[in-house]
């Protein structure tokens, strides 16, 4: 296929394919997708290997949101039966945190609902951090806190934190239409923030909530041009209780275009697999992980996620390995940050790590939007679903972890 070699000539140079042919990747049949998933896997390995980083969610603060994200089962208005509780304290936070990294995560992202963090929410979380990072040897850390004030994102590097998450979720031109009480810009703003502090980026998407593929490689293209390290990938999980409930627009083959498709448009920019891989991708997670060189370990911010173990087992049985604390994630030339096609202009990455992106990553956490996917079964006696029908029965809400006194999963 023309198409891919082309692709495959281009992510080993680092330079951008055009929007044409990202479009094409999206539009590709089924009985294609196999070589679509060879030739992105290609890129992926030159650039990763057979890594994979694990990164771990601490929801630090869950619910009564004053944003009104359709897709956030912490916004505004939400009827989502999820756990609300205000701040962890630091030693809460830790611990909870200690289970991501004993699992074999190497990056923790401290999430927090919110339009965006006050002075005094900043201080909270740099204390938070220090402890994390006094309590756990070669951590990283990921701050997840909405919208930032001018000083705020260098505050945080100061306390420590290694990279700031914050989504752009879907395209400029419907932004509008998912959320109305902060605009586009508003978080194109914040990640600029970030980076400029010395903050590793980190931004990503949300499929499925009824976008064009025009829409998805307009923002993918658009997180290109601002360059985070990390480019988290969630997929909707069509929450109960918010107005995005009946949104079921994908097939795990679907999600896997657009997986490839990001691969790409940043070939050597951490792709994650975020929110929502376990409803939509379901046995499809392991080839997921020749298009992605990164995942969650364990739950999300309000729902749950595959159990720990299985992901630990996942990678190993795919011919992956989880990526160790003493292992540099991007590319060499990246060091300095930015990832970008140098050749092409405008690279999809800096130095980043998941996404979260305040209450926005409602789910998926760091990253990922709401629904972070979750391990829920259905009764053993239930119908074979389709590949593309609704499976409100993978959505299960976290009842686990921080913010209860259950044993976190990971």
Known sequence: MDLLNTLVDKGLRRETPTRAEALAVLATSDE???????????????????????????????????????????????????LKYTWLKPDEASRAAAAGLAGGAKRVCLVASGRGPTDRDVDRVSDTIRTIKEQNEDVEVCACL?????????????????????????????????????TYADRVDTVRKAHAAGLSACSGLIA??????????????SLR????????????????????AKEWNLTPQRCLRILAMVRFVCPDAEVRIAGGREVHLRTMQPLALHLANSIFLGDYLTSEGQAGKADLEMIADAGFEVEG????????????????????????GSQGDPGCGSHDGAEGGCGSHEGGGVCGTA????????????????????????????????
């Open 225 to 244: 041009e601002l360059d985070p390290d990390s480019v988290p990938v969630n997929f909707l999980i069509p929450f109960e209780g918010t107005p995005l």
């Open 146 to 182: 909405g919208l930032l004030s001018d000083g705020q994102a260098e505050r945080l590097r100061e306390a420590g934190a290694d990279a700031y998450n914050h989504n752009l979720n879907t395209s400029e031109s419907t932004y509008g239409e998912i959320t109305t009480t902060h």
């Open 32 to 82: 294609e997708l196999l070589d679509v998933v060879a030739a992105a896997g290609k890129v992926r390995r030159h650039w990763f290997g057979r890594r994979v980083k694990l990164n771990y969610l601490v929801n630090l603060k869950s619910g009564l949101c004053p944003e009104d994200c359709s897709y956030c089962s912490q916004r505004l208005g939400s009827k989502a039966d999820i």
């Open 325 to 348: 604390a003493g292992e540099v994630t991007l590319p060499e030339h990246r060091a300095g940050g930015g990832c970008g096609s140098h050749a092409s202009g405008g690279a999809c």
């Open 379 to 410: 009764p053993a006696a239930a119908p074979a679903a389709s590949a593309d029908e609704p499976r409100p029965d993978l959505v299960a809400v976290r009842r686990r972890g921080a913010g209860t006194d259950l044993a976190p999963n990971a």
């Open 208 to 221: 499925g909530m009824g976008e064009t593929d025009e829409d998805l490689v307009d923002v993918v293209f």
